[in-house]
């Protein structure tokens, strides 16, 4: 059989590392042909020495030239500042860039009618409306690699008619490092504690995610965008051992899960391999070690920010842009440490009620919705430190 061609958008990431560990544990079945990051010029060189892709993009202008110079001599190689322009020569792109930065890989990589490796689950919440079409696309595939929806995916693919089947979805979450504190013992929580996860080890901005579970509540958008379940056929249960990734209920009372231990090789492999499961085994689970799963529900009270995102995905149009938007704002001012933890929730939902939402047909407008937010969440913030 051919190679898979790969293209890796975010490959100095969490996500894209791991994705180029895949690919390492079996060579022959892969052959990398695109490879992107934001600023990282020193990782990818490596990278780019290791796979020889025909494409490497660097978003920042500074480091792009540090990499162009020191890729010189490999003239197979084209360094370029777009990423999309991998999207056309990979027969799957894995999108593991972080926030909204990577809706042009998202967009790219559907439209010209290829299989799209989803973990930067910001384009599709943001985008939902100008991104759906695109699965449309003779060709385009999307399939998730947030191990939650990757477990969803899997679970579906037992049914025969999943409209008229399934009865609701339900989402796991770890709970985070702050499960089963309350609201005021996380008054002065800092972000080396938020940052702590109990189960995963990922990028720092779906860490604090996690810690407040804005994750979970994007999540949930994430899979209402993929499965075209309504908001209230979707939960979320408490599972502090990241062992079931996620369940499906049918109608019959049969509940289906998915189960690994944590390992986001099996869902980007998954994803890689799609409609076929890769021959490398990731978090295989040992049965005489794995004593308790336990559930909770979620503290909603707590954690308000999983409520938050559930009412801006049952707003719709431009509400899950706005909210994706303001988060990201207000994620990076909590690790430059300009506001507390809670007030990550206080911004995202001030910049929420504030804004006049409209339903995007185009990009642009999608686009403008994101930067209005993020103005509204700097000001917001600005109000808070005066
Ligand atoms: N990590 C996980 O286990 C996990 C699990 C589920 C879902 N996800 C999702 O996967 C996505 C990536 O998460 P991560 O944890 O891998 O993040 P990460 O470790 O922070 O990596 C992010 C990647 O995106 C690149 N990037 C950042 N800004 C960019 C820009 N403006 N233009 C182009 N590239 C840019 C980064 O480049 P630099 O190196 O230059 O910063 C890096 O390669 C997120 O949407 C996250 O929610 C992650």
Redesign the pocket.
């Known amino acids: 059989m051919a190679p898979i061609r790969v293209a890796v ?8 590392g ?1 994705t180029l560990e895949i690919i390492s544990a079996d060579p022959d079945a892969f052959d990398v042909v695109g490879l ?5 010029a020193a ?1 990818i060189i490596e990278q780019a020495k290791t796979f020889r892709p025909a494409i490497v993009a660097v ?2 202008p500074t ?1 792009r030239n540090e990499v162009s110079e020191a890729l010189s001599g490999l003239s197979e190689i084209e360094v370029v500042a777009d ?1 999309t322009e991998m999207c056309d020569i990979a027969d799957v792109v894995i999108n ?4 909204f ?2 809706l042009p890989v998202t967009m790219a990589t559907l439209s010209n009618g290829r299989r799209l490796g989803l ?4 384009s599709l919440i943001a985008a939902g409306p100008v991104v759906q079409p695109l699965r449309e696309v003779d060709g385009a595939e999307l399939v998730p ?3 939650e929806h990757c477990a969803l995916h899997q679970c579906l693919r037992s049914s025969i008619d999943t409209n008229r089947e399934v009865s609701r979805l339900v989402l796991t979450a770890s709970g985070g490092p702050f499960r089963g504190r309350l609201a005021a013992e996380l008054a002065n929580v800092t972000v080396d504690e938020a940052l702590r996860h109990p189960t ?7 860490t604090i ?1 996690s810690s407040t579970l804005m ?1 979970k509540g994007l999540e949930v958008i994430e899979a209402h965008e993929l499965f075209g379940t309504p908001f209230d056929e979707i939960d979320v249960v408490v599972h502090p051992q990241s062992v079931v990734h996620s369940m499906v209920e049918f109608i019959d009372g049969s509940t289906i899960a998915q189960l690994s231990m944590p390992d ?1 090789r099996l869902p980007i492999g998954y994803a890689l391999g799609w409609p076929h499961r890769l021959g490398t085994p990731f978090g295989t689970i040992d049965w005489t070690q794995l004593s308790q799963l336990n559930f909770e529900p979620p503290d909603r009270s707590t954690f308000k920010c999983l409520d938050l995102a559930y009412a801006a995905g049952r707003a719709g149009g431009t509400a899950p842009a706005v909210i994706s938007a303001a988060n990201e704002i207000a994620v990076d001012a909590f690790i430059d440490g300009e506001i507390t933890w809670a007030q990550i929730h206080d911004v995202s939902a001030a910049v929420l009620d504030a804004t006049e939402l409209s339903q995007p047909s185009t990009v642009d407008e999608v686009i403008d919705a994101d930067r209005r937010a993020r103005e509204d969440a700097r000001r917001v913030i600005s109000g808070m430190l005066a």
């Open positions: 958008a975010g490959s100095t990431g969490s996500i894209g791991q992107s990051t934001g600023r990282s990782v978003a920042d480091a990423a593991g860039v972080v926030g930065a990577g973990a930067n689950k910001e690699v947030d191990s995963w080890s990922m990028g720092p901005k779906i995610d994750n986001m």
